[in-house]
């Protein structure tokens, strides 16, 4: 599904007050080259996980008579995408395909968009996809697959227009 399909009919609020479940945030990557925004795939189908976490990196500095002090050197947003396996949806299979299972360096840094549905808030940027798991599970149970996306240097605000 791409995000023009998802948010079709869908109007954010940028105003919007209230309780934000993690249904509300959504992840659409640039997985086929897209001309737009709107053309990026949505995690979506069978994915029961898209958690977004900053990774903060400090240096410690002891200074005369001020002590020691903290300074916050760099962050770097985390999303891990995990799920069941759903052979036919376009993020699971160009995200766990070959190319991207096995790439290294630039071809495995995609576009991203990562936003809150309500008021169409978030941050836009590039991130690495480091696949860890893509067929696992025990007999008997479902497929899973377990993804880790990480920023390029630092997203950029984003509003969903």
Same mark, same amino acid.
């Given at each position: 599904?791409?995000?023009?399909?998802?948010?079709?009919?869908?109007?954010?609020?940028?105003?919007?007050?209230?309780?934000?479940?993690?249904?509300?945030?959504?992840?659409?990557?640039?997985?086929?080259?897209?001309?737009?925004?709107?053309?990026?795939?949505?995690? $979506?189908?069978?994915?029961?996980?898209?958690?977004?976490?900053?990774?903060?990196?400090?240096?410690?500095? $002891?200074?005369?008579?001020? =002590?020691?002090?903290?300074?916050?050197?760099?962050?770097?947003?985390?999303?891990?995408?995990?799920?069941?396996?759903?052979? =036919?949806?376009?993020? $699971?299979?160009?995200?766990?395909?070959?190319?991207?299972?096995?790439?290294?360096?630039?071809?495995?840094?995609?576009?991203?968009?990562?936003?809150?549905?309500?008021?169409?808030?978030?941050?836009?940027?590039?991130?690495?996809?480091?696949?860890?798991?893509?067929?696992? =599970?025990?007999?008997?149970?479902?497929?899973?697959?377990?993804?880790?996306?990480?920023?390029?240097?630092?997203?950029?605000?984003?509003?969903?227009?």
């Amino acid at each position: 599904m791409t995000l023009s399909d998802l948010m079709t009919g869908i109007t954010p609020n940028a105003s919007f007050e209230g309780p934000v479940t993690a249904d509300d945030m959504v992840l659409a990557v640039d997985l086929e080259s897209a001309a737009s925004i709107g053309g990026y795939i949505v995690a $979506q189908k069978y994915v029961s996980e898209h958690s977004g976490t900053i990774e903060s990196e400090s240096q410690d500095s $002891q200074y005369i008579r001020t =002590g020691k002090t903290n300074t916050r050197t760099g962050a770097v947003r985390v999303i891990t995408v995990n799920g069941d396996r759903y052979v =036919g949806d376009d993020f $699971q299979d160009k995200m766990l395909g070959h190319a991207i299972k096995y790439g290294k360096g630039a071809s495995v840094i995609v576009d991203y968009i990562y936003f809150n549905i309500k008021n169409g808030k978030g941050e836009k940027g590039k991130v690495t996809i480091d696949v860890t798991e893509d067929a696992s =599970g025990a007999a008997g149970e479902n497929a899973s697959f377990t993804a880790t996306l990480r920023s390029v240097g630092t997203p950029d605000d984003y509003t969903y227009a």
